[in-house]
């Protein structure tokens, strides 16, 4: 059987055609089952991702029910989008294309909308299988997985030549017995593919012209490449979907502790599909990595935090219970502690967060220290407001800091300080109203409650 190769680049023109028409009503969703995510990124966007590195000429995506959103999602990335206005099989939403593929003289790859984690090695080795000497007419993308109960058959012969494509309901008990299965997965070059598809029927149970069809036409060989099953495993329900997720999930973890990552306890580590962890970064157990984080070296980050949307520099501290939010920069050495959320604003070298604090839309500068409960008012209720912290200032615990505000470099604002006017540096800020003692007032108060409490028990 033809294994995966990293062969010869292929120079041929190439176009890819992503089928997503169909009405995923097992997800029980009103988001289009190619836009649900995987790792963070819708699976369509994984798909398109990933082609992007092959450089085709030309990208199509065939949308059926929903595809409105589809279009929305695709929008900015160079696709041309085909409607198959009936579900009429996965034949008649590869016809849908041929408009957009008018003129094109190349090598076509045909993928799957909920099939997301196609890597490009593997499509790379079907057109090299397609461009080889023996020049088969299609080569499919075959998978040996674990229960191969419900899927097509594959028959072989030694040098990957297909000898019949066969659905189980149909395949004879020795047929069912090979383990080799069709995932679907298609290249075909574009001088062939509408010829083929013209030349198939519908004469089945349901009435669709089927993709597979075209391989056991008569005239011509087609061949098979294998790959693993994870990489063509394919969403349709939310369990199928939690299935490819924790496959993905699984890898990467792999791939971070091959590359110099220490995990804790790697399978409560969630990342996102653009995650990106430098050498020696250490990461304790459940932190989630939310889209847009980078994390530098010997950098620690501590249990139950989350994170989107940050740069995390070398030596910085995080958490435990901290939350990162979009727009966060975390400088050398700085410490972000537990129970600090941070969002759109950067921590300069050294400067320290260390708990119970949230700093939004601020500059904190270097060998800062904000003390515990300290918030930046950050927002009026209809526009936000920037607050700037000097290097070496001191933010006593408690502390409310009012936007639009300055605070100067090396200043102090006392504890329980509402700050509403910038503060100079080296400056002392002391914002609450002089400790007042009542000599006697508790024991009187307490006494007077006391009687109270006692004439509303009585009258009852």
Known sequence: MNELTNSHANDRPLAVVILAAGQGTRMKSSLHKVLHPVAGRPMLLHLLGTIETLAPQRKIVVVGAGREQVERAVAGHDVAVAVQAEQLGTGHAVMQAKAAL????????????DVPLVRAETMRAMLDRLTRGDEPRAVVLGFRPEDSAAYGRIIANGQGIIEKMVEFKDATAEERAVTLCNSGLMAVRAADLFVLLDAIGNENAAGEYYLPDIVMLPGATSAVVETAAWEVAGVNSRAELASVEGSWQERRRAQAMRDGVSLIAPETVWFSFDTQLARDVTIEPN????????????????????????????GVSVGPYARLRPGTVLETGSKVGNFVEVKAATIGERAKVNHLSYIGDASVGAEANIGAGTITCNYDGFLKYRTQIGPGAFIGSNSALVAPVTIGDNAIVGAGSVVTRDVSAGALALVRPPQEEKAGWAKRFRERMKARKAAASSAH
């Open 287 to 314: 932190v989630v990595f939310g889209p847009g984080v980078t994390v530098e070296e010997g950098a620690v980050v501590h249990a139950f935090s989350h994170i989107e949307g940050a740069h995390i520099a070398s």
């Open 102 to 113: 008018e003129g094109f003289a190349g090598d076509v790859l045909i993928l799957y909308g």
